[in-house]
Structure formats: structure tokens, C-alpha cells
């Protein structure tokens, strides 16, 4: 049975070119409602208020909010109020930025919510005949695609089996944290720069569950084929924010388009390689009348239910939605700990309690830290990976806020500036992890959709259950052996959008032994 999964894992076999299976967009204010109908006379997007193409464009260059595009939310709903349109060129983009009409948006997606079309990102797998992945494939394929990934990526019983993978990474990077101390000043405390190095641990760490197979990102010498690897990823979503503000039809044309591409062949031919590895282990093992064990990549490839060229586009899609979630907020984590002192001591208290001595977390032992939760999930409050989601309406037309919005309507989900809503969570700039835990009166009052950093629904984060078990893995380790102290030239370090909600300038800390402090 074994050797018969395995014969169709030639990859030199690829699947015909995609066609353009998602929804065309049209321009949402340019349909009417029918007179007569029982919805004639409601408001559509034609009525609402917003910024005009050029107002937008002052807003965001000429007033320098480019950059910092989570606080526009802010400021925008001030002007507008809770639903407002915003005009670029031809794209017609409806913002809601109050957690009632975030409900009625994400209640009414239907059974396969759309985020965005994508086409920079499936227009590189069309041309290179490559299968479309979870964040790009659209209606009954990608719900086909999600009932295959799902099970190993949500399913407690199956994340948990991650752990010591996980944690072997975490020691690795704790020894990392302990080189960067002797090379950073400030009395062999100081680690500068952290969340570079945060991102090749998250890189290390989706890569041991994926592909089962480190990368040596950690290494005091980088291999060069990853740290290529590591910067493709980075380049691709660099050129994505960029390749979108001009026409599809210049593509072909533009410079960033070759450098986007280049950066994406990169990525499929490590990919690729790492895949080819794990399929003559696996061969080789049969062959022998071995029993074949292993985790992700394992059971995709003995599954029979993809072809190695879906699984690569799959597996692709689930590297490049992991690397930076784990990152930014273990970053803003850390940051957030080192300003409040009393903070880290109480999550100090609950870790080394669960874990006493010398003693390893385990996915057992996270379930009974729920402080540490609590501080995971405020940091993501205050700083959500996505500060903006966005819902594409393609089965038919939504009502929200009282006005009607046909199919073709894309909106804008302000999750930043409602996770940040004084009338939501009071004091919102204040870091409260209580807030969060079990009992607290704000907690019982709180709106369901107050922060959904992580999505809701069936679209909700593939990777989010990982995610969390890196980050609840290195954070309760690296808080039980070292104190974080905030960087002595006292920083402030605020967050910037760059298509994700990234610290603006290096966050420096002081990292004391605890054992000598």
C-alpha cells in the first residue's frame, strides 16, 4: 500500500495551468439597486462618505501616513464615522471599523470567504504552471485544500506533537541569545536588533514542522542556500505592496515584477528540493519494510489526497503565513515585558511554577500557564500581525450597517483600530494582559469581535495554532532563564505597516541571567 502512495510522487509531473478561477472584481459603487425591489430604497456605496483617490493619496504621502497606515483607521473614523469608502484609481475599498459591523461582514461570507483575489501571487504560479495554496485558491478547491491541511495544522491532539521539534529549536536559539549578549555591549547584556534574529527562530521552527528538517538558520554561520531562502521570502513580500499599485497589464514589464518573480522561484526550488528529500527518505523506507513514521510533510505525502506539485504549493502558502506571526509578536512580547516589570515577574511566577527547576514545557504543561496566554494575547491586541483584513463578497449581495453592498464589494476590516477602541477595551493603549483572563470583569463585557488577530470562520489563520505553540514555547522558556530590561537609551519603538504591522526601528534589550541577577 506504501509503495503504491508513493509512485506518483514524480515531481516532474505538474497539473495544467490554472485559469482565473476567482471572482472578477467590479467596481462596487457602479451598481445600482433595482427601484421597486424590497431593498430599493436602501443606502449603497454611492451614499457613503470617504476619502477621494487624491485626498487618499495626500493622506498617505504628502501627511506621511504610508507608514504607519494603522493609525490612518484611526483617524479616518474620526472624520467618517464607523463605515466609510476609500477611493484608489478604479478599486472602490469599504472600511468598518466598529466590531458590530466586523460581525455582519464575516457572518455573511458564506461558505468560501474570499480575503482578496491575489493576482501578483497567483499570476507567478499561472506563469510557472505551479498549483495555487490556501491564501490564493478560491470556492470549492481551496475548501478542498483546507480539509486536507487542517487536521495537522488545528487539531490540539496533533499540534501538540510539534512540541519537541519546537523545542529543540527554542534551545538553539537560547544559546543564540546567549552569543548575541557577549557580542552586543552594554556589559555582555545587552542583544540588539531582536527581531531579526526572532525571525530566523520562526523560520527554523515552521521549517522543523513542515519539512521536517532544520535549516540551520540558528548557526553561528548561516548555510548560504537558507539564508537565501530567508531573504527571498522577505523580498517577496517587500515587492508584493509594491507590484499591486500598478496595472496587471504593465507587469510583465517592470523591473520589481522580474526581481517578484525571481524571489518566488527561489523559494519553489528549495521547496522543491526539501520535498524531493523527504520522498526518497520515505521510498527508501519502504523499500526497506520500515515502518514510516514522521510528521507534516509525512502525512501529506502518504495521504494520496495531493500531488507533490499541490502539496509544494500548500506547504509554500503555510511557510510564508508563519514566519512573520511568530516574530512581530514575539518582538512586541518582549518589548512589552521588558516596560512592565511586575508584568514579567508574574509571568515569571507562573512559569517557573508549572515548570519547576530544570524542567522542559511541553503542550501539557502550556495549557495550565494561563497568564502566558493572556500576555500573547493582549500583545496581539495592541499589535496585531494584520492590522486590516479584507473580505472579498462573492456569493451574492451582504447588507451591513443598514446599506446594501453587491457581490464584488471588497472590504476593509480596521482591526487595528478597533482593537485600539477606548469604548472596547478601556485604557486601550495600556498593556493589560488581564484583561484576558478568565473571570475578569472587562473580559465578560468584552465584544466578541473586539481583536480577532487571528480571523474567524473558515478562512480563519491556518497557521495559528502553531504559531501560538512557538510562541508559548520560546517565551516561557526564555522568560524563565533570563530578565528582559528595556534598552537603556530608554527608545520608544512604534509599530509601521508594511503590508504587516512590523516595530518601526530595532528593539534593543537588556537580557540578565536570572541565576546572576
Known amino acids: 500500500m506504501l509503495r503504491r502512495s508513493l509512485t506518483h510522487f514524480g515531481l516532474g509531473a505538474t497539473r495544467p495551468a490554472a485559469g482565473r478561477v476567482g471572482p472578477r472584481r467590479r467596481a462596487a459603487s457602479s451598481v445600482s439597486v433595482a427601484a421597486g425591489t424590497e431593498d430599493g430604497n436602501r443606502k449603497t456605496v454611492a451614499d457613503l462618505g470617504g476619502p477621494s483617490f487624491l485626498t487618499s493619496l495626500k493622506w498617505l504621502f504628502v501627511k506621511g501616513y504610508y507608514r504607519k497606515m494603522q493609525q490612518m483607521q484611526i483617524e479616518h473614523k474620526k472624520i467618517y464615522g464607523p463605515l466609510w469608502k476609500s477611493t484608489f484609481g478604479p478599486l472602490v475599498l469599504v472600511n468598518v471599523a466598529d466590531p458590530d459591523l466586523i460581525e455582519q461582514v464575516l457572518r455573511q461570507e458564506g461558505r468560501h470567504p474570499v480575503r482578496t483575489d491575489m493576482p501578483h501571487w497567483r499570476g507567478y504560479r499561472e506563469l510557472r504552471n505551479q498549483a495555487q495554496g490556501p491564501l490564493t485558491e478560491f470556492g470549492a478547491k481551496w475548501q478542498h485544500i483546507r480539509s486536507i491541511l487542517n487536521p495537522r495544522m488545528l487539531k490540539p491532539k496533533h499540534v501538540s506533537g510539534y512540541a519537541d521539534a519546537i523545542n529543540e529549536v527554542v534551545t538553539d536559539f537560547l544559546g543564540k541569545v546567549a552569543r548575541l549578549r557577549e557580542t552586543g555591549g552594554g556589559g555582555g547584556v545587552t542583544v540588539n536588533n531582536l527581531t531579526p534574529e526572532l525571525y530566523k527562530f520562526a523560520f527554523e521552527g515552521i521549517c522543523s514542522v513542515l519539512f521536517e528538517r532544520r535549516m540551520g538558520s540558528l548557526n553561528e554561520t548561516i548555510p548560504e542556500e537558507t539564508r537565501q531562502f530567508i531573504v527571498s521570502v522577505g523580498e517577496m513580500f517587500r515587492l508584493s505592496q509594491l507590484i499591486v499599485l500598478f496595472p496587471q497589464s504593465t507587469w510583465p514589464y517592470l523591473p520589481i515584477w522580474k526581481k517578484f518573480v525571481a524571489a518566488w522561484d527561489y523559494l519553489f526550488k528549495i521547496a522543491e528540493a526539501l520535498v524531493q528529500k523527504k520522498v526518497e527518505e520515505l521510498q527508501s523506507e519502504v523499500e526497506l519494510q520500515q515502518n514510516v513514521e514522521g510528521a507534516y510533510l509525512t502525512h501529506l505525502l502518504l495521504s494520496d489526497q495531493m500531488t507533490v506539485t499541490e502539496i509544494l504549493g500548500s506547504i509554500t502558502d503555510l511557510l510564508l503565513a508563519g514566519v512573520d506571526t511568530t516574530s512581530n509578536t514575539v518582538s ?179 537580557v540578565l541571567d536570572r541565576s546572576g541577577a
Open 332 to 510: 512586541w512580547s518582549l518589548y512589552l515585558l521588558a516596560r512592565n516589570p511586575e508584568i514579567q515577574r508574574r509571568l515569571h511566577r507562573e512559569v517557573t511554577a508549572v515548570c519547576p527547576g530544570d524542567k522542559v514545557p511541553i503542550s501539557e504543561d502550556i495549557s495550565r500557564m494561563p497568564f502566558l496566554k493572556a500576555v500573547v494575547r493582549e500583545t496581539l491586541r495592541l499589535y496585531p500581525v494584520v492590522p486590516g483584513n479584507a473580505r472579498l463578497v462573492v456569493e451574492g449581495d451582504i447588507v451591513v450597517g443598514g446599506y446594501l453592498f453587491p457581490a464584488g464589494t471588497l472590504f476593509h476590516l480596521c482591526h487595528y483600530c478597533v482593537s485600539h477602541d477606548e469604548t472596547i477595551f478601556p485604557d486601550p493603549q495600556a498593556f493589560q494582559p488581564e484583561r484576558w483572563l478568565r473571570g475578569a470583569e472587562e473580559r465578560s463585557k468584552r465584544h466578541p469581535f473586539g481583536s480577532v488577530p487571528f480571523g474567524f470562520g473558515i478562512r480563519a489563520c491556518l497557521g495559528r495554532r502553531v504559531a501560538e505553540l512557538e510562541m508559548y514555547l520560546l517565551l516561557s522558556r526564555l522568560i524563565k532563564r533570563y530578565e528582559v530590561r528595556p534598552d537603556p537609551a530608554g527608545t520608544t519603538v512604534e509599530p509601521t505597516t508594511r503590508t504587516l504591522l512590523c516595530p518601526a526601528r530595532p528593539i534593543n534589550l537588556q
